[in-house]
């Protein structure tokens, strides 16, 4: 199973925090699962690859959109301050 998700942001500087802090999952993954996320511009793009269960798939990527909503949640309340 294969998936590409693209996060589009405002501007490179965001798109680039993003990045960093859904970034360390690239490297903690288990056997069979390929996570690798790059920024090109103000968009984030992570592929995801997976020799397995449906169920790890799917949790594959709601842990990614979770890692990247609450990275986004968090750039906005210290935009703020």
Same mark, same amino acid.
């Given at each position: 199973?294969?998936? %590409? *998700?693209?996060?589009?942001?405002?501007?490179? +500087?965001?798109?680039?925090? @993003?990045?960093?802090?859904?970034?360390?999952?690239? $490297?903690?993954?288990?056997?069979?699962? %390929? *996570?690798?996320?790059?920024?090109?511009?103000? +968009?984030?793009?992570?592929? @995801?690859?997976?020799?397995?269960?449906?169920?790890? $798939?799917?949790?594959?990527?709601?842990?990614?959109?979770?890692?990247?909503?609450?990275?986004? +949640?968090?750039?906005?309340?210290?935009?703020?301050?």
């Amino acid at each position: 199973m294969e998936a %590409t *998700v693209t996060l589009e942001y405002d501007d490179a +500087k965001t798109a680039a925090a @993003i990045t960093d802090a859904v970034s360390p999952d690239n $490297f903690k993954t288990p056997s069979g699962l %390929t *996570v690798k996320t790059q920024r090109n511009g103000n +968009k984030v793009t992570t592929d @995801i690859k997976l020799e397995g269960k449906l169920a790890t $798939f799917i949790a594959t990527i709601d842990d990614l959109l979770e890692s990247a909503s609450t990275a986004e +949640k968090t750039l906005h309340i210290v935009r703020r301050k």
